[in-house]
């Protein structure tokens, strides 16, 4: 393999830090780059070493883990935090966490947190082994912005900004805030262009922002009715759920 998930570990507890060590350490793909015990010396050494995956304690002396993973911002590193209290949870997913280990946790627990960094969110997944070893040549570049051309004229959509998407045909309609755009394209081969972080499917015909959504509702046979910010009302079909649940870290 001649990539790994480049990891940083920021834990004031010396023991929890050390069996967190040594648990990444059995995982062939794991490299780890550095340690922290305070949230302020992590914050210039992560920004220095720039690694894929960080593990953040919550209760770091100085600086909250919250804190930490916050002025990282979107471009740090995907994180998954520790803690021994549950209450900070929903917080954690608010900023979009990877996952959120309660400690003390187990081993198992180690591994689906760390099995959710690798499906979602490190940005150089497509690079790492996968399961059966097989290991793809390149990394598809995931759009920032996109191109619409409409009317004569071609719009700037930064991706970050778009709420939602939907299919119709052979095209694509955007919803940006007030304005929709319309573009010639599957939504299957937009959503390969989107970051997996950011974007997820949850029906055959409608791609979500993450950051858009505001409220789940169950409604009937294992489907959820998606509330965004601006109250468009989507539909969570069953087929897309787990994806949903793995992109939160939690169940519905």
């Known amino acids: 393999m001649t990539d790994k998930i480049r990891t940083f570990v920021v834990d004031h ?12 350490r059995e995982e062939a793909d794991i490299e780890i780059v550095g340690t922290c015990a305070t949230g302020v010396d992590a914050l210039s050494a992560i920004e220095h070493t720039t690694p894929d995956l960080a593990f953040i304690e919550l209760d770091l002396p100085g600086l909250h883990g919250i804190e930490l993973a916050t002025r990282l911002g979107r471009r740090g590193p995907a994180v998954i935090f520790m803690t021994a209290h549950r209450h900070y949870a929903a917080h954690a997913f608010e900023i979009r966490a990877v996952d959120y280990l309660v400690k003390p946790f187990s081993e198992e627990r180690f591994k689906s947190a760390l099995a959710h960094a690798r499906q979602r969110s490190i940005p150089r997944v497509s690079r790492v082994l996968k399961p059966d070893g097989a290991s793809p040549h390149t990394e598809q570049r995931r759009a920032e912005r996109l191109v619409i051309k409409s009317n004569s004229r071609v719009h700037l ?27 010639r394209e599957t939504l299957t081969k937009l959503q390969a262009r989107l970051d997996p972080r950011t974007f997820l499917r949850v029906h055959r015909s409608s791609i979500v922002n993450l950051d858009s959504i505001q409220e789940l509702h169950p409604t009937t046979n294992g489907e959820f009715l998606i509330l965004l910010r601006d109250k468009t009302r989507l539909t969570l079909s069953r087929g897309y759920r787990q994806g949903l649940q793995r992109a939160l870290g939690d169940t519905l």
């Open 13 to 24: 507890e010396p023991v929890a830090q050390a069996r967190l060590l040594s648990l990444c």
């Open 157 to 183: 959509v930064r991706a970050r900004e778009i709420d939602w998407c939907e299919a119709f045909g052979n095209y694509v309609r955007f919803h940006v805030g007030s304005q929709t755009h319309v573009m």
